[in-house]
């Protein structure tokens, strides 16, 4: 049973340029979530995908956006990049209902640096 | 961004000994759960509690939801070389959003 994948593993581009970063999600899980992770830094919540639409949404600006397909799988958007916007972007899948027993599964990460 | 306190945020500890973590909140949450992330890899859960007062087990791990359900507590018992990672807490304040709000981490280091 494959975990969360996601894909590039790292990544660089620059400043000004927009990235795409994939994300499929455990077996059996519906809802995903994306997280940026500064270096020496926990997780910070970016926005949360359920039924191909964004659900809830962390303190992030309009150039983070998400899309989600009818298989689960998800895509992060980030466009006009910034070197602050360099972190591990990671992908969480779990299942909807959210009782006990269904917390979130985390992917590797992606490591994008922005130079 | 909002983020938890963890202390302490680094400790080096001799193989065998027990290692305490902490970690704290202004405000109330739900659901307390407790990640190891180890370089260049995602958060695995190791523990997760609904309850507060909870006292919860996984192996040489225990954790606790504190009763005010401000603050988490994390031990671990023997420590081995393995135990090598940085440890985050997260809080969930309502279920089925995934909305976890992440400490700040302890960076354990073994010495064998």
């Known amino acids: 049973d494959a975990g969360v994948t996601q894909s590039p593993t790292h990544l660089i581009k620059t400043r000004g340029q927009q990235v795409t970063l994939r994300c499929s999600p455990k077996s059996g899980h519906d809802t995903v979530s994306w997280y940026q992770q500064a270096l020496g830094q926990g997780p910070q919540f970016i926005f949360q995908y359920y039924e191909e639409e964004e659900r809830q949404r962390g303190n992030f600006p309009d150039r983070f956006s998400g899309h989600q397909f009818p298989n689960y799988s998800s895509e992060l958007n980030v466009n006009a990049l910034l070197l602050g916007d360099s972190a591990l972007y990671l992908c969480?899948?779990?299942?909807?209902?959210?009782?006990?027993?269904?917390?979130?599964?985390f992917g590797q990460g992606t490591r994008l640096t922005v130079v | 961004g909002q983020q938890l306190n963890q202390s302490p945020q680094s400790m080096f500890i001799q193989e065998g000994e027990d290692v305490s973590m902490n970690c704290t909140s202004s405000?109330?949450?739900?659901?307390w759960l407790w990640y190891k992330q180890d370089p260049g890899e995602g958060p695995v859960l190791l523990i997760a509690l609904y309850k507060a007062g909870e006292l919860t087990s996984n192996g040489r791990l225990t954790a606790q939801f504190g009763i005010t359900r401000k603050d988490s507590f994390l031990n671990i018992s023997a420590s081995i070389p393995s135990d090598v990672g940085i440890y985050f807490c997260a809080g969930q304040r309502t279920s089925g959003t995934y909305k976890y709000i992440f400490g700040t981490g302890t960076r354990l280091k073994v010495l064998a």
């Open positions: 969480a899948s779990s299942p909807l209902w959210g009782g006990e027993g269904t917390e979130a599964f």
């Open positions: 405000s109330i949450f739900n659901t």
